[in-house]
């Protein structure tokens, strides 16, 4: 499957390796350019892409892993155009911890506004409940670790919850963006709950 990744961070770095490792072909791009993404990625064998924003976001399926703060200007210049899936893995910080601040979306949630700013594309909650060094932790063999996901359209619900099932992890896909997306956001229920579930 061809995969685009916008940011190269803790999520979009973790998870470009995790899919290039298993033969997908994915384009990966941040704010710098193709040098810089190439520099993230040096001494990691993962086949993984250098790449535009453009190239990721014409991919089937692309992860948005940038900072909640930087989503407006992402996908006001640039949203996939036909139909893609639009994994948003954002988290609604205006500041990361130890000193957090949290946006007042004012009712809204994070995922329905990237939906709203994406309307070519199918908008996807994931990745966003658990820090990275825990989503990707080791849990004993015979457990995976349940990640939670959102969305409105039940094939895209499909497609990114076998690849979270490809790269070892648990998906319990849970509703749509209004209800369980607002759930998994900062504060919700599902925020932080670290669950495992049995492997087989
Ligand atoms: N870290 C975690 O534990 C964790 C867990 C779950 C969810 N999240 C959420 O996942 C998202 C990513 O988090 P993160 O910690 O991996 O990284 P991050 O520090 O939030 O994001 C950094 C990446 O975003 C890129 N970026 C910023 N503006 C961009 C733009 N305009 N175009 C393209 N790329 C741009 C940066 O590019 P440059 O490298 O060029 O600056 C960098 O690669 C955040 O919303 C976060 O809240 C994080």
Redesign the pocket.
């Known amino acids: 499957m061809q995969i685009g990744v916008?940011?190269?961070?803790?999520?979009?770095k973790t998870l470009a390796t995790k899919f290039a490792a298993l033969g997908h072909q994915v384009h990966v791009?941040?704010?710098?350019g193709r040098d810089?993404v190439a520099s993230v990625f040096t001494g990691s064998s993962a086949p993984v892409i250098p790449s535009t924003?453009s190239d990721a976001f014409a991919c089937d399926i692309v992860f948005l892993?940038?900072?909640?703060t930087?989503v407006r200007?992402?996908l006001e210049s640039e949203s996939p155009q036909n139909g893609q899936i639009l994994v948003d893995?954002?988290?609604i910080?205006l500041t990361y911890p130890p000193h957090a601040t949290i946006d007042d979306l004012k009712g809204d949630s994070g995922s329905e506004i990237v939906a709203r700013m994406a309307p070519m594309a199918r908008v996807v909650k994931a990745?966003?409940t658990?820090?990275?060094?825990t989503?990707f932790a080791p849990v004993p063999p015979d457990m995976k670790r349940v990640l939670f996901v959102a969305g409105d359209d039940e094939p895209a619900i499909s497609t990114v919850t076998s690849l979270i099932t490809e790269i070892g992890l648990h998906p319990v896909a849970l509703g749509s963006l209004a209800s369980a997306g607002r759930m998994m956001e900062l504060g919700g229920a599902l925020s932080t709950l670290e669950l495992l579930a049995p492997a087989n």
């Not at 791009?29 to 710098?32: D, I, L, P, T, W």
């Open positions: 916008i940011g190269t961070g803790s999520v979009g791009a941040n704010s710098r810089a924003s892993a940038t900072p909640w930087a200007g992402v893995t954002t988290n910080f990745f966003n658990l820090p990275f060094e989503m």
